[in-house]
């Protein structure tokens, strides 16, 4: 099984761009998760998903959309790139939203370098 | 202020040297998880703790959750290079479970 795979693995924007971070799991996982990780902040949730259609906003979702037309993919959305969104982006699912069965998987991470 | 609180931020170790890592909630925890990180990968999950008093071990790896003080220890058993890593814990809490909360991390380096 791939797990949870996030494209692209590295990428850099200009201030003003627009991009989408690609997140997919195969293990039909009902709930899906954005996370930036940056230096002194730990992890910080931006967008969840509890099932396909279903979204709601974590502690930082400003500046980002997300949709989840399907099960297996959660794409993530910057709307016009600020240096504030450098950062490394986790995506990470669970089977259900407890997270109690196994865990929640993670991605092996986006670096995004806005400047 | 932070929810989850990890300490130490950072610790040196020789091999061989047993550790112990804190993470302390300032809520009522309803699951808390450890995770681990090596430098520009993802998190790989540890283990899972829900009940006071739990405990479970992965490899050389035991984690305990102390209900009563809303704290769980992550402790390590004759250390090698290999636990090399950050160690995160990452909380729910009652009736946002599923919105994991993290700590800051703690930054393990295991001299040979």
């Known amino acids: 099984n791939a797990g949870v795979t996030q494209t692209p693995k590295f990428q850099v924007l200009k201030t003003g761009q627009s991009m989408t971070l690609q997140c997919a799991q195969d293990m039909n996982h009902e709930y899906m998760s954005w996370y930036r990780q940056d230096p002194g902040m730990g992890l910080r949730l931006i967008h969840y998903s509890v099932g396909a259609g279903i979204t709601d906003q974590g502690e930082v979702p400003n500046g980002y959309n997300v949709s989840r037309s399907t099960t297996e993919d959660f794409p993530l959305r910057l709307l016009s790139a600020a240096p504030s969104q450098t950062s490394v982006y986790f995506c990470a699912s669970s089977l259900d939203s407890s997270g109690r069965a196994a865990g929640y998987t993670f991605g092996s991470g986006t670096r995004l370098t806005v400047v | 202020s932070q929810e989850l609180e990890q300490s130490p931020q950072s610790l040196i170790v020789q091999e061989g040297k047993n550790l112990t890592i804190n993470c302390t909630s300032s809520?009522?925890?309803?699951?808390l998880y450890w995770y681990k990180q090596k430098y520009g990968e993802g998190l790989i999950f540890l283990m899972m703790?829900?009940?006071?008093?739990e405990e479970k071990s992965h490899e050389k790896i035991t984690a305990k959750l102390d209900e009563k003080k809303q704290q769980s220890s992550l402790h390590i058993t004759a250390s090698q290079p290999s636990h090399a890593g950050i160690y995160l814990c990452g909380a729910g809490y009652r009736g946002s479970n599923y919105k994991l909360t993290f700590g800051k991390g703690t930054l393990l380096t295991v001299n040979p």
């Open positions: 703790l829900q009940k006071g008093g």
């Open positions: 809520k009522t925890l309803y699951g």
